[in-house]
């Protein structure tokens, strides 16, 4: 049965996304801009989320294989991870965003990135905010024994977090499609993790404070991303940022 725990629980964040993401669209029908960001939100759960995400669960232990191949310490092998498929996630993203005529509307009219343009979204506005998270999850790594599927979970319910204080409390009604969004980007790096390192199981009280703690690595980005204050501005943004 425990086995079938994490199976059975991501069936039903499953059925959640799809069941919530289908009344919505049929409520909001009628509005040709509510209907596209629907249809754009459901162009990354087709191909993020059951394209990708079942391409990493399918092949998990071959990605693994050539995970290991890498001569490269395994947190830096983790961060580098996690940002190549935080870099995959928006690129969906910022497609399904160009794709608005495709969903009856111009690009501008209705969106689910900050900009049209990837290299903006990605070094203004996501990615460049994911990588100190994603070294925050190293850190955690080191020193706790989290399984995948808690480091999906719970890197999840993180992103579900910043969604709801950046852009308001009706993403928690989103929240099993925030999980998939968030955790996929770190569930397969995680897998790769090598299980023989120095780490010790959880104890009940880290797994809330590994919600949080990734915000505490944020001041990296200085760090990470100098040209977030070395340059005097960075490219426009075509459209305010809405998720």
Known sequence: MRRKGPLILVMCLAAWTAGGSGLVL????????????????????????AGCGLAMWRWRDLWRRLAARIR??????????CTTLALVEEAVTTLMTNCA????????????????????????????????MFVGWWVMLRRWRFSPFSVFILFGLTGLLAETVTFGPQNLGNFAFWIFVYGLMVWLPAYCVPADRPARPPRWWAYPLAVILPFLFLPLM???SPWLWLTPKHPPVHFPPIR
């Open 26 to 49: 049929a409520a909001t029908w009628g509005n040709p801009i509510h209907r596209a960001v629907l249809g754009m939100a459901w162009g990354l759960i087709l191909l993020w989320v």
């Open 101 to 132: 005529p495709l969903f009856g509307v111009q690009v501008g009219q209705a969106y689910i990135t900050a900009s049209a343009d990837y290299l903006d979204v990605v070094l203004y506005h996501s990615v460049v905010v994911f990588v100190p």
């Open 72 to 81: 490269l310490p395994w947190g830096l092998k983790f961060v580098l991870g």
């Open 222 to 224: 200085a760090i990470l």
